[in-house]
């Protein structure tokens, strides 16, 4: 099964979001020149027909809109975060968009002499359910990682506060993220094992 990045994702949703309503606008435009050829009742009939299509299914064409917007700003946010942590690359391992071979990815996993960290990115909250799905990763990761402890942490963009813990997992702000995790004191991780080992 070929591994697909979580931008490659996004790209999907939007197609699929975008698809209905292009099929609309297209039928619009050719019931339209229909209609200005003097084929009158092929237009009207076109017309009605993807008005009708476009009641029938109004809610899926939303939901598919507002999913894809979800996806959108999810993708902005960990570009954010991408950035944030690119000054690290000089001392460790930094890795972004790690899939996992049971569905999902870990969005940024740093790994150096600070320890190894398993970062899933939100935009302005996180649910308590995603406290034991970024423990479930980061666990995958220190399996990875010979067994090597694996620190899970949720960076929030939007939200400025100290850095907590909750439920086993850190949650860090993005502007705090590169700070905090400098001046974490776990054990360390050699990068290039790191890189093998991923």
């Known amino acids: 099964m070929r591994e697909r990045s979580f931008e490659?994702?996004?790209?999907?949703?939007?197609?699929?979001?975008?698809?209905?309503?292009?099929?609309?606008?297209?039928?619009?435009?050719?019931?339209?020149?229909?209609?200005?050829?003097?084929?009158?009742?092929?237009?009207?009939?076109?017309?009605?027909?993807?008005?009708?299509?476009?009641v029938v299914y109004r809610d899926e064409i939303f939901s598919r809109g507002d999913r894809a917007g979800n996806y959108v700003i999810g993708l902005r946010s960990e570009r954010v975060v991408r950035d944030e942590l690119s000054p690290l690359e000089s001392r460790h391992f930094v890795r972004h968009d790690l899939s996992l071979p049971f569905g999902g990815n870990i969005d940024h996993v740093v790994c150096g002499p600070r320890g190894?960290?398993?970062?899933e990115t939100k935009t302005r909250r996180y649910w308590k359910t995603d406290l034991p799905l970024a423990r479930r990763r980061a666990k995958w990761l220190s399996s990875r990682l010979d067994h090597h402890w694996v620190t899970p942490v949720i960076c929030l963009l939007n939200r400025?506060?100290?850095?907590?813990?909750?439920?086993?997992?850190?949650?860090?702000?993005?502007?705090?993220?590169?700070?905090?995790?400098?001046?974490?004191?776990?054990?360390?991780?050699?990068?290039v094992f790191a890189l093998r080992a991923l």
């Open 8 to 54: 490659s994702v996004v790209r999907r949703k939007v197609v699929v979001a975008i698809a209905p309503v292009a099929g609309l606008v297209l039928a619009s435009v050719v019931a339209v020149a229909l209609t200005a050829g003097g084929f009158v009742a092929f237009g009207a009939a076109l017309s009605l027909g993807a008005a009708w299509l476009a």
């Open 116 to 119: 190894a960290f398993a970062i």
């Open 160 to 191: 400025e506060f100290e850095p907590f813990q909750h439920g086993r997992v850190w949650v860090v702000s993005a502007s705090d993220l590169r700070e905090w995790l400098e001046a974490r004191r776990d054990r360390p991780v050699d990068p």
